[in-house]
């Protein structure tokens, strides 16, 4: 029987998650999340087990609006073509199983700079700070993982108007882990 652990950066995007479904905060950034989420596998039994990384996400195209399930992870924050000619594999890119079509940019970065917006729009849809730490520490040890992702702003100056657009986005991500676990 499938189970299922939800990873956020912060409260306020599990706030509504079903009861009975364990939730790990990971707080802001890559790093913590990946060290956050391998803390939490290394605790559990990770058989049959589904993280689900729900959480919020700035679109870096226009028209971009609601729910995404990415198909892939970038880590826009590592020098990649640098260390592929010292002949190492950065792993910037991560596929996810299940997912809908798009890219997630995750970064230590929080975009607001649209310079930075419309690069980063040349390889991906939405960007975060925490997918790709999660998805990392899933893929070490071999568990699945969903990227659950809904858009808050457009990744420009109204990201910093973010706080205020958490509580509506929790409120479509709990209902979607409501539907996919069939847990209420």
Request: proline share 4%; charged share 20%.
């Amino acid at each position: 029987m499938t189970r299922y652990l939800v990873v956020s950066a912060i409260a306020g995007e599990a706030k509504y998650v079903p009861e009975g479904i364990p939730v790990v905060l990971t707080g802001v950034g890559k790093t913590a999340a990946a060290v956050a989420t391998a803390k939490a596998l290394a605790a559990t039994d990770t058989t049959e087990l589904v993280v689900l990384n729900v959480g919020t996400t700035g679109a870096l195209r226009d028209g971009l609006a609601g729910l995404f399930l990415p198909s892939e992870v970038i880590n826009h924050d590592v020098n990649a073509d640098a260390v592929r000619a010292i002949g190492l594999d950065p792993k910037e890119s991560l596929p996810i199983e299940g997912g809908d079509g798009t890219v997630l940019a995750s970064g230590d970065v929080f975009v607001t700079d649209p310079v930075v917006r419309d690069r980063l729009a040349e390889r991906a849809h939405l960007v975060d700070m925490e997918a790709y730490g999660v998805a990392y520490a899933c893929r070490e040890f071999g568990v699945p993982v969903r990227l659950v992702k809904y858009v808050s702003d457009s990744a420009d100056d109204s990201a910093l108007d973010w706080p205020a657009q958490v509580d509506a986005a929790a409120k479509v991500l709990a209902e979607w882990v409501r539907q996919e676990t069939g847990i209420s």
